[in-house]
């Protein structure tokens, strides 16, 4: 299902399309989305490239499915993994982490930091409640 955003981006890029169709220059279509949307405008860079796709015919304004990874790793299954992977062996790297689970380093840090509220202190993840206890904390 189509979500509200996507409905707004498949109205631009219609818009561009048609405009395009037209031979009206990406500069003054650009002008126009600008009138139309405000600060909701895509960028101009944006609307000459989806015109240049459209003049060679390569534009399609739905979006394709894309294969791959979620756009989000930080999901709650992945939160439950990395949790009790860091209380089986506290002294986990991140690189071991990030082989084992088949995230980016910066989710997994995410994860460890934000969700889970741990910090390394001497290669050794700690509660941040603990840190903050001990005097250890910034």
Known sequence: ??????????????????????KIQPVQIFSELQEILGVDCPSRST??????????????????????????????????LNG????????ITVNQLEQSMEISSGAIHT????ELGYRSICGKWVPISKVRIKGWHD
């Open 111 to 114: 994860i460890l930091t934000t």
């Open 1 to 22: 299902m189509a979500s509200k955003d996507d409905n707004f981006n498949l109205k631009w890029r219609a818009y561009i399309e048609f405009r395009t169709i037209l």
């Open 47 to 80: 609307v000459e490239r989806w015109a240049s796709c459209c003049r060679s015919g390569d534009a399609d304004v739905i979006d394709l499915p894309r294969s791959g990874k979620p756009v989000s790793a930080t999901n709650s299954e992945n939160i439950a």
């Open 84 to 91: 009790s992977m860091v209380m089986e062996d506290k002294y």
